[in-house]
């Protein structure tokens, strides 16, 4: 089992919509999560961390997290082509761990 | 400025020639690390530090070794570099892993070709 899972994609939205992005992690001692954006060929940078069961909003962000369940989100209202990217979800534990990645692509 | 500095940004070398991918943070940061970028595959890591002296395998270490003697450092070494380690490299660096708000730090990214 991977340490780190997302829903593979591409997720394709229109313009003005809701992107949702879903990971799930297995080690139940993970303390952090995180939440990348990866442009082509750059660094990842951090959009979003949340280490406390529930929703945090930033702006057009929001994370969530279920510790319970093992599960953290992060939604993505009124998408712009901008938000087109990859998203990796990250969980520290004893070692940051990455997801594989969702490609989003926002439809103008 | 805090930052993650890796160098080179792009080499191209040849099968079986050792080479060396510098990292270097200004942060203090106890926990480094590098990871490899393949297409399809996310980041996937190489080997981490949890801090001076103190170094562990990742996910993908075969082919690969790192050193940790100062908290600033954390150079990547190829002995024998191969065509299956051509890839995106990042390092990266944050406070000590386990604590709360521990993001992570990341370099510009090295791409390496091996021919």
């Known amino acids: 089992q991977k340490e780190v899972e997302q829903n593979s994609g591409p997720l394709s939205v229109p313009e003005g919509a809701i992107a949702s992005l879903n990971c799930t992690y297995s080690?139940?001692?993970?303390?952090?999560f995180f939440w990348y954006r990866q442009y082509s060929g750059k660094s990842p940078e951090l959009i979003m961390f949340i280490y406390s069961n529930g929703d945090k909003e930033d702006g057009r962000f929001t994370a969530q997290l279920n510790k319970a369940s093992q599960y953290v989100s992060l939604l993505i209202r009124d998408s712009q082509p901008s938000d087109s990217a990859t998203y990796l979800c990250?969980?520290?534990?004893?070692?940051?761990?990455f997801g594989a990645g969702t490609t989003v692509t926002v439809r103008a | 400025e805090a930052q993650v500095t890796q160098n080179p940004r792009y080499l191209i070398t040849v099968t079986g020639k050792k080479l060396t991918v510098t990292c270097s943070q200004n942060?203090?940061?106890?926990?480094m690390s590098w990871y490899r970028q393949d297409p399809g595959l996310g980041l996937r890591q190489i080997y981490y530090s949890m801090n001076v002296e103190v170094t562990d395998k990742g996910d993908v270490p075969e082919g690969y070794k790192v050193s940790r003697k100062e908290k600033r450092n954390f150079p990547l070494i190829l002995e024998s570099p191969s065509p299956n380690q051509t890839s995106l490299y990042f390092c990266?660096?944050?406070?000590?892993?386990?604590?709360?708000?521990?993001?992570?730090?990341f370099g510009q990214g090295t791409r390496l070709t091996v021919v």
């Open positions: 080690d139940r001692g993970s303390q952090s």
């Open positions: 990250a969980v520290m534990s004893y070692k940051l761990s």
């Open positions: 990266a660096s944050s406070t000590t892993s386990g604590t709360a708000n521990t993001e992570a730090f």
């Open positions: 942060m203090n940061h106890e926990y």
